[in-house]
């Protein structure tokens, strides 16, 4: 779904203005797979897929499960306020689950008809990664 968004629809998207691609990662999931079962983490994910869903459809972005529990969001939103509103919408989501689900994101921005989707895939996801280590080194 996303290559056919982005290689048909997101000149429509962003005519007027640039468009950002968010990437979006559950953190520390394996820990949730590995304490709480595999029932209870494809629970997180679905539950992470409708609050980023939510967000989306109130904000005219368009969203999708790239993998695994990794997400992206294409948005003319400023992506440091569509992360917030990510994340208040997991957190209300996922208020009864046994733990709580924390994200990271890494975007780019979509240059209007010479945006290239590998590029920036790439770009946003490098972003997401520099993140999650920094999480990660952090907590060492």
Same mark, same amino acid.
């Not at 869903?53 to 972005?61: E, I, P, R």
């Not at 993998?67 to 992360?83: A, I, Y």
């Given at each position: 779904?996303?290559?056919?968004?982005?290689?048909?629809?997101?000149?429509?998207?962003?005519?007027?203005?640039?468009?950002f691609?968010?990437?979006?990662?559950?953190?520390s999931?394996?820990?949730? $797979?590995?304490?709480?079962?595999?029932?209870?983490?494809?629970?997180?994910?679905?539950? #992470?897929?409708?609050?980023?869903?939510?967000?989306?459809?109130?904000?005219?972005a368009?969203?999708?499960?790239?993998?695994?529990?990794?997400?992206? #969001?294409?948005?003319?939103?400023?992506?440091?306020?569509?992360?917030?509103?990510?994340?208040?919408?997991?957190?209300?989501?996922?208020?009864?689950?046994?733990?709580r689900? $924390?994200?990271?994101?890494?975007?780019?921005?979509?240059?209007?008809?010479?945006?290239?989707?590998?590029?920036?895939?790439?770009?946003?996801?490098?972003?997401?990664?520099?993140?999650?280590?920094?999480?990660?080194?952090?907590?060492?």
């Amino acid at each position: 779904r996303l290559g056919t968004f982005f290689n048909e629809d997101i000149f429509k998207f962003n005519k007027s203005e640039n468009a950002f691609l968010s990437m979006i990662d559950i953190d520390s999931f394996k820990f949730v $797979n590995d304490l709480y079962g595999h029932v209870e983490g494809d629970k997180a994910i679905k539950l #992470v897929a409708r609050a980023i869903k939510g967000v989306a459809d109130t904000t005219g972005a368009f969203a999708a499960r790239y993998g695994g529990d990794e997400f992206c #969001v294409v948005s003319k939103k400023e992506p440091l306020k569509l992360r917030e509103e990510i994340e208040k919408a997991i957190e209300k989501e996922t208020q009864n689950f046994p733990c709580r689900i $924390n994200i990271s994101m890494g975007f780019a921005e979509c240059h209007g008809t010479s945006a290239n989707l590998a590029a920036v895939v790439s770009e946003a996801d490098k972003m997401l990664y520099e993140e999650k280590n920094r999480k990660h080194v952090k907590r060492q």
